[in-house]
């Protein structure tokens, strides 16, 4: 067997039980503390110079986007530059002569494992212990054994340092990087359209990436069958659990774009409320097609008891990560509602964040899913921990995690492009990348029409043709999706999904990503469309206090949206349409999760039963029962639909009047 894939275990593992004696004759010198202290600071220089070649990247794209801004031109987002300029850094360390070798010792075993043993060619020993001594009297007290971290099988054993100190461990990514962009994501949503469009979100995210794993998945199993040589390496369950990652989106691209040209509100909402649980589910259903494989027992075909426990493991991780995110979230509330926390505002921002950033670590060590985790703890800390904090912690919370959320995705869009050419894992297969690209077109087309046309059933407004194309070619891959194909790539099939998945985003970020503007003038979708109008921008007071019990009250509304279906000119705003689901949620948010999370008004005294009238006490603090009932609005629910016929008011409110507010 030849030496390169004997045993794909240089230098390499996590713990087992391969042991390796090397002998060393008595001329061979023990290394001096000074030889160890070259060898560290090398390394450290290394490293330094890894960092800085990233760091560089990141200030040539931010000084290149700047100079894009300020001549108003659109036709690159800040990911695509630094995609391109990773592949420009990539290509200038892969091919640009010979650096600093690493020193390396190639281990064959004497003897071949057989399959009985606890390791072999399908599953490499977890650790390498490789003992080192010498002979001569003094021998036993000169032996070293030294353990080394396994990478996995490599095809070119020679490499410079530089090169392999450019890959990170894919861990990062899922530690490090992408938390805070989840978080962001779920923190500064505009919650008032979120909400209004709920049940379309809902939709998309949920039956969508569901639809479109299975779709992609099955076009490839389809189109693989005709490359012989693609038959052999992949099973459906293969095919599927790609599908299953690629469906993750980042429209970051368009909807920066969107944002900057003031695109209708509803658009925005319906591309950023659905790439925010894409994500998601389509890491909950990578985790469950891993456990139907795990558990189904029949080599061919389809078994129904694996599927039933698939898809309650499914229910079981996303419901299990969605309650801890949820109470995370509710707990950081109750503590900045009930202590003076506030008044030392470093440390009230450093418990926000690391309440935070533990919901996420917690659901990773309880096999679960941090990133649903920490999207639900995200959206409950803005809708209830952040009415509670001081206000440099607003400012600061906000700011922070903008900041991080550009660096992170920055960075990842550059790692992309430089891991192209100095990752070791990439297999290039021509065919399959092409049936990919294909296959992602397809999966993505049968979510966006056919669901737009259901929605569009019993919805108001429409989702209108022009909407939908723009919905399908927002569907951009990026950092989730290429972080969940570099997790594994011991197998040959996932290094073909690695280079797959990274060609996918790069293609989409830079050649899609870069056309929006061009769509939406092509496609006709108006731009420069300020948010709903609504009393927000001229203000005005209510006395209620002489209105009758059962009289309605006024409820102003929007003006007709534009690129909607219907454009009938009305004397008067009409109701905002809610979600049925935010109409059901709202009556008991207002009533009881906010007085009881937060010190707004009305307070649980006013609204609970009598009986639980001691509970209602203990849980309302003074601030809310000294704050006088002339309030301005002026929380994280500025902008939210659930309850908002008094968005935008002052409202004086007598203490007998205030059921009129849980209308």
Not at 319 to 341: H, N, Q, V, W
Request: proline share 5%; with cysteine; aromatic share 12%.
């Amino acid at each position: 067997m030849k030496l390169r894939r004997g045993l794909s275990f240089v230098i390499g593992g996590f713990i087992g039980n391969c042991i390796v004696k090397t002998i060393f004759s008595e001329s061979d010198a023990a290394p001096t503390d000074s030889e160890f202290d070259e060898k560290a600071l090398d390394t450290h220089r290394v490293d330094s110079l890894n960092l800085l070649l990233y760091t560089l990247l990141l200030i040539l794209t931010i000084v290149t986007i700047w100079m894009f801004k300020n001549r108003r031109l659109r036709f690159l987002h800040e990911t695509g530059l630094a995609v391109i300029y990773g592949l420009v850094l990539g290509a200038v360390i892969r091919f640009s002569g010979n650096s600093q070798s690493v020193r390396g010792l190639v281990v064959v075993p004497k003897v071949m494992p057989r399959k009985a043993s606890n390791y072999n060619l399908a599953t490499p020993p977890e650790v390498i212990w490789l003992q080192l001594s010498r002979r001569g009297k003094a021998a036993a007290s000169l032996n070293k054994t030294y353990s080394y971290t396994f990478k996995g099988e490599v095809d070119d054993v020679v490499s410079n340092e530089i090169e392999q100190k450019a890959t990170f461990d894919p861990e990062i990514f899922f530690n490090i990087l992408l938390p805070p962009i989840i978080f962001h994501a779920a923190y500064s949503m505009k919650r008032r359209f979120f909400f209004k469009n709920l049940g379309a979100i809902f939709t998309f995210a949920f039956l969508g990436t569901t639809v479109t794993a299975f779709v992609t998945g099955g076009i490839m199993w389809s189109l693989i069958q005709i490359v012989p040589n693609l038959a052999r390496k992949f099973s459906f369950l293969d095919t599927l659990y790609f599908g299953a990652v690629i469906s993750a989106t980042d429209p970051v691209t368009v909807l920066a774009i969107f944002s900057e040209l003031h695109v209708d509100v509803n658009l925005y909402a319906l591309v950023f409320g659905e790439s925010v649980f894409n994500d998601a589910i389509a890491i909950v259903m990578t985790r469950a097609i891993q456990s139907y494989s795990e558990y189904n027992t029949v080599q061919e075909g389809f078994e129904m008891n694996a599927f039933f426990y698939a898809v309650g493991n499914f229910l079981a991780i996303f419901c299990s990560s969605f309650m801890l995110g949820s109470c995370l979230g509710i707990s950081t509330a109750l503590l900045t509602k009930f202590t003076r926390i506030r008044d030392f505002p470093l440390l009230e921002t450093c418990l926000f964040v690391l309440m935070s950033y533990t919901s996420f670590l917690i659901a990773e060590a309880s096999d679960l899913t941090g990133i649903v985790s920490l999207l639900f703890c995200g959206m409950c800390q803005a809708h209830y921990t952040y009415n509670n904090l001081s206000p440099e912690s607003r400012l600061w919370t906000k700011s922070l995690f903008e900041l991080l959320n550009f660096l992170a995705e920055n960075f990842i869009f550059s790692y992309i492009g430089v891991s192209m050419f100095t990752f070791p894992k990439h297999h290039f297969d021509i065919s399959f990348i092409i049936i990919a690209f294909v296959a992602v077109a397809l999966g993505r087309a049968a979510n966006i029409y056919p669901l737009s046309m259901l929605l569009n059933i019993g919805r108001k407004p429409k989702i209108t043709l022009n909407f939908q194309h723009m919905l399908y070619f927002s569907g951009l891959r990026g950092a989730m999706a290429f972080a969940l194909a570099i997790r594994n790539t011991l197998s040959e099939a996932r290094q073909m999904f690695l280079t797959a998945t990274a060609l996918v985003v790069i293609v989409s970020v830079i050649a899609v990503g870069g056309s929006v503007s061009v769509l939406l003038q092509w496609l006709g979708i108006p731009v420069g469309v300020e948010d709903e109008i609504e009393p927000l921008q001229g203000r005005r007071q209510a006395n209620y206090s002489s209105t009758r019990p059962n009289q309605p009250l006024p409820e102003p509304g929007p003006p007709q949206e534009s690129g909607l279906a219907d454009t009938t000119p009305r004397q008067a705003p009409p109701k905002i349409e809610k979600a049925w689901l935010a109409r059901i949620w709202g009556g008991f948010d207002t009533k009881y999760m906010k007085p009881l999370l937060t010190n707004s008004h009305p307070t649980l005294i006013e609204t609970m039963p009598k009986f639980c009238g001691p509970f209602a006490r203990l849980m309302t603090t003074a601030e809310q029962l000294t704050e006088m009932y002339y309030r301005t609005r002026d929380d994280s629910d500025a902008d939210l639909c659930i309850a908002d016929e008094f968005e935008g008011y002052n409202v004086m409110v007598e203490p007998s009047q205030q059921r009129l507010l849980d209308y």
